[in-house]
């Protein structure tokens, strides 16, 4: 069975980077065609593709967000890592980390963390 | 950047009825288009991925058609359980995109 769990501060101030880890179970992100993704979503809003990075260290950003976005992964702790720099108040959302494998859809996710950006 | 339109943005229905759902890209995606599920305060679920094969464990009422830059989540016959916000997703090429969600709701 694959498990996912976000983690991260709940509340950042603007101009702060965020770090959130995802920490899974039931895959190995060393097996060829496996990938995790990062998804968010604003309160009452629509998801939002943020960054994948496969187990061959291939990575790909948001075009929008490639600029403050940085994805890692942990192999031997089974932990996909993302940073957003300088966070605003409209990147207050819930994050999503999601497994993927071959093709580039998502299952499962994560419950999800909410993050607040607020001074 | 593909920009993939749903619709309507809400969908009324009664139990036991169909409801179609529409998920439009602004260019072709072939057949590589997935559907979620999301209801209220849970992560989204895969329902739908291919444009028309059913992920594990997900009732044969819920079916996916199109290819190209038209595809359709029909849903044969609404039970309680299936009111819930739908996305559709592309993954043809990047970045990969979300449609805006059509909720279905009890009429």
């Known amino acids: 069975q694959i498990t996912l769990k976000e983690s991260g501060p709940t509340l950042v101030k603007p101009t702060q980077t965020l770090t959130l880890t995802c920490t899974f179970s039931?895959?190995?992100?060393?097996?060829?065609?496996?990938?995790v993704g990062w998804i968010r979503q604003p309160p009452g809003k629509a998801l939002e593709w943020l960054a994948l990075?496969?187990?061959?260290?291939?990575?790909y950003y948001s075009p929008s967000l490639k600029s403050r976005l940085t994805i890692t992964k942990d192999t031997s702790k089974n932990q996909v890592v993302l940073t957003m720099t300088n966070m605003d108040p409209v990147d207050t959302a819930t994050y999503y980390c999601?497994?993927?494998?071959?093709?580039?859809?998502?299952?499962?996710w994560g419950q999800g963390t909410l993050v607040t950006v607020s001074s | 950047e593909i920009v993939m339109t749903q619709s309507p943005a809400t969908l009324s229905v009664s139990p036991g009825e169909r409801a179609t759902l529409s998920c439009r890209a602004s260019?072709?995606?072939?057949?590589?288009l997935a559907w979620y599920q999301q209801k209220p305060g849970q992560a989204p679920r895969l329902l739908i991925y291919g444009a028309s094969t059913r992920a594990t464990g997900i009732p044969a009422r819920f079916s996916g058609s199109g290819s190209g830059t038209e595809f359709t989540l029909t849903i044969s016959s609404l039970q309680s359980e299936d009111f819930a916000v739908y996305y559709c997703q592309h993954y043809n090429n990047w970045p990969l995109t979300f449609g805006g969600g059509t909720k279905v709701e009890i009429k």
């Open positions: 260019q072709s995606v072939s057949s590589n």
């Open positions: 999601a497994h993927l494998k071959v093709s580039n859809w998502f299952d499962p």
């Open positions: 039931g895959f190995s992100l060393s097996t060829s065609g496996v990938g």
């Open positions: 990075i496969y187990w061959d260290d291939d990575k």
